[in-house]
């Protein structure tokens, strides 16, 4: 059965105290991995997609990475504007209609 | 280019009322999805929509719910009967593109909350 699953569930960091964020996926073939931004009351903001192992993006603080099991958001030097529910998700090769997504990491940067 | 705008925000319903929920795509956007997010839960998918046709339904409930994106106006999302159990926020997205292609992004609503008294 095709799942996601993101840890830690809850990261509390410092400003400026780099971390990252883990998504490990079970899919029956990989098509793409997407990383989204959900700030309370809202809906998720799509910040990359990732389609193939090693590769890699990047945007201003985050950066993220795909391995064939997992993919990671490392946060540099984070802001506390950078505080959200970090959600992943997953697209199968062969069940292209669905997004899987796991349960998120609430991220709070403390000033 | 306005985004995805969902409408009403929140929603109160007694049990056994009937809840309708609207999702106007961006502009240009022809692919609808509909998914449930439960507190503390990741979104659940639940439907994918083209104009005037249901892709896949695979993840909605086989009874009380329903899906349509008409030709003209929003694409609804129809619970009839609620029950508290169908408490959640519900999100739509869009997407210009068929999911067999590249670089197809999904792009958010702010959702709509439901609550069932």
């Known amino acids: 059965e095709d799942q996601v699953t993101q840890s830690p569930e809850a990261l509390r960091l410092q400003e400026g105290e780099s971390s990252s964020l883990n998504c490990s996926y079970t899919?029956?073939?990989?098509?793409?991995l997407f990383w989204y931004r959900q700030d309370p009351g809202k809906g998720p903001e799509f910040l990359f997609t990732l389609y193939s192992a090693g590769e890699e993006k990047e945007k201003e603080r985050l950066k993220a990475t795909l391995t064939k099991k997992e993919s990671f958001l490392h946060i540099t030097a984070p802001k506390p504007e950078d505080s959200a529910t970090y959600l992943c998700a997953v697209q199968a090769r062969y069940n292209f209609n669905k997004f899987y997504f796991g349960s998120g990491t609430k991220l709070n940067v403390k000033p | 280019n306005a985004g995805v705008m969902q409408n009403p925000r929140h929603l109160v319903r007694r049990r056994g009322q009937e809840a309708r929920l609207r999702c106007s795509p961006m502009?240009?956007?022809?692919?609808v999805y509909w998914y449930r997010q439960l507190p503390e839960e990741g979104l659940k998918f639940m439907v994918y929509?083209?104009?005037?046709?249901?892709?896949?339904e695979s993840g909605m409930p086989k009874e009380r719910f329903s899906a349509e994106f008409p030709k003209e106006g929003p694409s609804i999302l129809r619970i009839q009967q609620v029950v508290r159990g169908d408490s959640a926020a519900y999100f739509c997205a869009s997407s210009p593109l068929t999911p067999t292609e590249m670089k197809n992004i999904q792009y958010f609503g702010a959702g709509t909350r439901l609550s069932v008294l």
């Open positions: 929509l083209q104009k005037e046709n249901i892709i896949d």
């Open positions: 502009k240009g956007h022809s692919h």
């Open positions: 899919v029956s073939g990989l098509r793409g």
